[in-house]
């Protein structure tokens, strides 16, 4: 234990912080994936989960990154083809998985630091009538720090019958509201190490009557992230399908315990704050130095959870990372082709507005 690193200081957009409570939570003999004890653990758990999804549903666990339930709703929900929204990079890998699988898909691009408007899918949808099964969308596009209309997508998608809307909520599930069951989301994905702070190697999956019934209607469906399997084991014998990485699990029920302790609403809140921290602090770097630094997404579509923000000509992202380096901080360049031209801060999982702010107060001190 005498390793760990003082919490505070690592504001990666992903993998994030863990806080040393749910480290230590690990440290557990592990045990037998079908024994009694997993059940009573996993069973426990579901309750919790399914409050965290604000969800009736259960909630499927899987010991794979989140990318492993991208892939499961693409090879369990579409027998027709898929419309993939894009709007940065973790959006288009929806349809990257798409062709490395088979399906057939097309892509509604949204320019990055755009969001994907509900209008443009209603007139894709429209003007393919019939064509389309699976819409996929992300929440919070982590390489842009979009937040994208959840809900008004979801209603646009569900004006269509036979239409699923499968969501990557990686950056956003525990750090911003998602509604499975109010917003009527088919699919609801996440990953361990984002706004959840667990470490990373487990990705859950809400997944409505709608799209079971759906899988029970796909022929090949995979083996390793076959839906049914997952639903099978988990209300037969609240159990998984294989082995699941038993000391993460230690640390999700840790951790869904101060979670919900704290609160759903009081962490969104959190998260929020933190946020508007940023892009106020964005505004005056820029007012102080005269020059064009800018939070890249535009307001009303902006992450909790990221910020990605534009720097002026003559800095580069890199350069504005290593500034943070030398006072101890981690944050992010942009990311794939936003690389040189802007820097990124995660600010979820655990963090808090004092921590935060002097990261801030670092950064100010540099640029
Ligand atoms: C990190 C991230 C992913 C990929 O998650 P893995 O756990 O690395 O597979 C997918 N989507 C979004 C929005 C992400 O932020």
Not at 70 to 75: D, F, L, N, V, W
Not at 107 to 125: D, H, Y
Not at 249 to 278: C, I, K, Y
């Amino acid at each position: 234990m005498s390793d760990l690193t003082p919490f505070g200081k690592y504001f990666l957009p992903g993998p994030t912080e863990v806080p040393h409570d749910v480290l230590r939570a690990m440290v557990r003999p592990v045990m037998g994936h079908r024994s009694s004890e997993v059940s009573e653990l996993m069973g426990e758990m579901q309750g919790r989960l399914s409050k965290l999804f604000v969800t009736e549903r259960p909630v499927l666990v899987s010991t794979s990154s989140a990318t492993g339930m991208m892939e499961a709703a693409i090879t369990n929900l579409t027998r027709k083809r898929v419309l993939c929204l894009s709007c940065g990079a973790f959006s288009h890998r929806f349809y990257d998985i798409a062709q490395a699988t088979g399906r057939g898909a097309d892509v509604l691009q949204a320019e990055w630091g755009q969001p994907n408007r509900p209008e443009a899918l209603r007139e894709a949808l429209a003007s393919a009538a019939g064509t389309y099964d699976l819409v996929t969308v992300v929440h919070s596009e982590s390489s842009t720090g979009v937040l994208n209309p959840l809900a008004d997508l979801a209603a646009v998608a569900h004006e269509f019958d036979d239409v699923l809307i499968a969501v990557d909520t990686v950056s956003s599930l525990a750090g911003a509201p998602v509604l499975t069951d109010e917003w009527a989301l088919d699919f609801v994905l996440t990953g361990s190490q984002k706004a959840l702070a667990i470490p990373p190697g487990l990705a859950f999956a809400a997944a409505s009557e709608r799209a079971m019934d759906r899988a029970r209607e796909v022929e090949n469906r995979g083996f390793y992230f076959d839906l049914l399997k997952f639903e099978k084991n988990l209300t037969e014998r609240r159990q998984t399908p294989n082995t699941p990485a038993v000391s993460l699990l230690f640390a999700l029920d840790h951790q869904l315990r101060s979670l919900l302790a704290e609160g759903l609403e009081a962490r969104w809140a959190r998260h929020a704050a933190m946020a508007e921290r940023t892009y106020r602090w964005v505004d005056e770097l820029a007012g102080r130095t005269g020059e064009d630094y800018r939070v890249l997404a535009p307001e009303g579509y902006r992450s909790p959870c990221v910020t990605s923000i534009m720097v002026p000509e003559g800095r580069t992202g890199p350069e504005v990372m290593g500034a943070a380096a030398r006072h101890g901080f981690t944050i992010a360049t942009g990311y794939g082709k936003l690389k040189e031209t802007s820097f990124r801060i995660g600010h979820m999982g655990e963090h808090t507005l004092a921590e935060l702010e002097e990261l801030l107060q670092a950064l100010d001190g540099e640029l």
